[in-house]
């Protein structure tokens, strides 16, 4: 047992990093759907390159999507709307009505005779028929509203304006008996009231002729506009009800395949016939093994993304250890990984969206904004094969994801540039365009049969490519990466702590311009990050700032401090500024990538000028060297031991009294070869073939530097 519990502390990252990929593989597998695959791969208008194909049971022949689509879209362009019609809107209006029309009535009888100007109790003022009068007129407006909402008034809207401007018949359900009624079988409530007002004109007209005009102009005067209200109301329930049933009795199928039957043989074109039966075989075929063999599904599922992360994990070990070694980058990969792949699932299961929306092209960015191009082409296609194999269409589906991929790691250069985003997104949609137009062009062989909504989905995937922007942003704050938008920023000379560094140590803010000059240069030439490089190299000296005057490039009065203390008092002096610089920059929020510059910049090395000044006047003294020696770490990187060489090849070359040629090949030579003598490049990746190509751009550097000038005339 105690073996067991030291072996897993000694290999507890290994561990670890095992154990997050183990979890990685059972996540994915659990996303997968549990379908089998068909074993044929097969493309419209492509011959069948198999053996013949033989039905192996009775299956329906699956109509497409395209097919069932017009049919839903016929159904629907015929379907109804309904409306309810509700008999008390009429009960309720005729009884205010005819409350209205009798107080109306009585209020007109009871006025003073025109003639005699006095109230009359029992007599209408206007002539003894008045009331017979009034009532034929309270008839024949009871009949002709009775007409109006037998008729009915369609509630109005949005549904009533689309219905009238169409000139749609619709249903109206009158006791739960539907009747089809054309469009001018009801009224809408401007009518019914036009209709009303109208036919009362009339018998206005044709009745009244021969009476009295004081009669006449009391019926003109009655307001009826209260008494049209809708009665015939949408009844969106019923209306859904219908036409979904409408659509459930929709045949997905168009005919049978017999067991036996020939299917396809080999060499014969795929017709859009053959290839609907092959559709619809494959979708049988998958569905009837994912439940008889689930258990056997899931084995085989189980050894293909095993097979795939295992490969990733070799992949990782051999070519990019450092990540296996820090769970933090190994966490990320993994859940962006498992992220793609859920997104892919989804939408397989749900067919939410079409499937080209998803950006896989987005995961070779952001790996590659973080990493380098062969991770992220790695990466890409690890997913990519993970989802293909369950993906429609996984030929076609690998082929445009796998270069629209290549594209955007090759296009996208650097992200610290707003529009190369923007021009990668275009690009992007460009190859997916023109790939998608050749394949469509050898299916369909035909221009107009491709699906030319395809490219819509196209230019939205590119447009979900700009999210990588804040994608990346959240990135770098959850697991501490730096993007080159970042050290663009933090590059800025304008930053606070740069400003200040420019302010209160003027000679070493110069010098370290100087550095990052020569450090880029190096790592341009070698291999690496420029940027990250240069960005480090303007605050490996921040330390500095802290007791300025103890630094020879910030001393110009002639004065040095150093003179008052003995040499391991100014050792340490000079020491502490890579610890202060430390601090100095965690307490600013520096990213930790560049605090590594900061603390590898000097190594393990001593400071050699009061090392040997100590030596020299205390020889036979024994000397302390842990006084003398920088804290480290060692570089672990190219960029870190690029910028290690720098400070020292620059900081020596102003110590210089002759800059010839040979004396700045000889600072070179010497400081370069000292440092490699003293193994402080033993945890980088930097070749003896490296460190040449360093030294030789760093004494061109330096003889740009020092070259003569002309000697102007006074």
Known sequence: MKKIIRFAEKHYNSISVASLFLVATLLILYMLPREGKFRYEFQRGRPWMHETLIAPFNFPIYKSEAELSAERDSILAGARHYFRHDSLVYDSVIRVYLEYLDSEIAEFAGRPSPEEGVQQEAAPPVGENFYTVAKDFTDYTKELLKEIYDKGIIEPGETADRIVASQEPIVIVRKNIGERTPVDG????????????????????????????????FFNRLDFSGFVHPNLIYDQAMTERVRQSMLDEISYARGMVQAGERIVSRGDLITNDVHRILESLKREYETKVSGANLNLVLLGQFILVFSLIAVFYLFLFNFRREILEDMRKTLFILLFLLLMVFVSMMIIRFSTVNFYLI????????????????????????????VGFFAPNSFEFLLLNFIAGIVAIFSLSNLYRRSKLFLTAGIIFLAYSALYFGIAVIQERSIASIEYMNFAWFGGNGLLILITYPLLYIFE??????????LMELSDTNQ????KLAEEAPGTFQHSIQVANLAEAAIFEIGGNPLLVRTGALYHDIGKMTDPAYFIENQTTGYNPHDTLDFEESAQKIISHVTRGVEMAKKHNLPEQIIDFIRTHHGTTRVQYFYRSFLKEYPNDEVDLQKYTYPGPKPFSRETAVLMMADSVEAASRSLKKTDVESINNLVESIINSQVGEEQFTDTDITFRDITTIKAIYKNKLRNIYHARVVYPE
């Open 186 to 217: 009801f009224f809408r409530q401007k009518t019914a009231y036009e209709y009303l007002t109208d036919n009362i004109d009339e018998w206005i007209a044709d009745e009244l002729s021969d009476k009295p005009r004081v009669i006449e102009g």
């Open 359 to 386: 950006p896989f092209a987005i995961v070779a960015i952001i790996i590659r904004t973080f990493y380098d191009e062969r991770l992220a082409l790695f990466v890409h296609t690890i997913i990519l094969l993970l």
């Open 477 to 486: 704050k959850s697991f501490g990466f730096i993007s080159d938008a970042t």
């Open 496 to 499: 606070p702590l740069l400003r």
